[in-house]
């Protein structure tokens, strides 16, 4: 569900959720639909959440031999972004060499929150370095979605 997240919430690194009701069709498949409710508001989760009704696929009747056809169903759909991504880069930076880690999150874009979380060797500056080079990170370039990252960086002579 990764690329039908709203654009908008995944920028923000908003999780959310929206409830769904339908109209079974003959086929199986849902129409009529409509948002009861959301959270947060304005962000596309009902939007997101309508447009996968598209995949439901119910069965046309019920465990006791009922039929489905025009009956209402009630879908739930929570909205959660990935817990943690991590990325690797090889940089040069100041004259450091080394190695660092960097745990930050990512949100409109952007890396802040970082806190910089072993380094090798463990230097003053090199963990300065580390801290620098993480909040400098375009996350959209990078492909990184929001929430929670760790970086991962090499320091090349």
Known sequence: MARRYPD?????????AAVMVCRVDA???LGDCGITEVDPKEHGFG???LRLSALFKMRQSTDDGAPTLGRLVRIPVR???SPSSERALTVRYGGQVGRAQVSCRSRAGRLD???PISADPE??????AAHDVA???DASA???APGPVTLHITFAP
Do not use: K, Y
């Open 27 to 29: 086929q199986g498949g």
């Open 135 to 137: 909040v400098q990170v």
């Open 113 to 115: 929150q970082c806190i």
């Open 79 to 81: 909205w959660m972004l």
């Open 142 to 144: 990078a492909r990184i």
């Open 8 to 16: 908008r919430a995944a920028r923000d690194g908003l999780s959310g």
């Open 123 to 128: 230097t003053p500056d090199l963990l300065a």
């Open 47 to 49: 939007e997101a959440t």
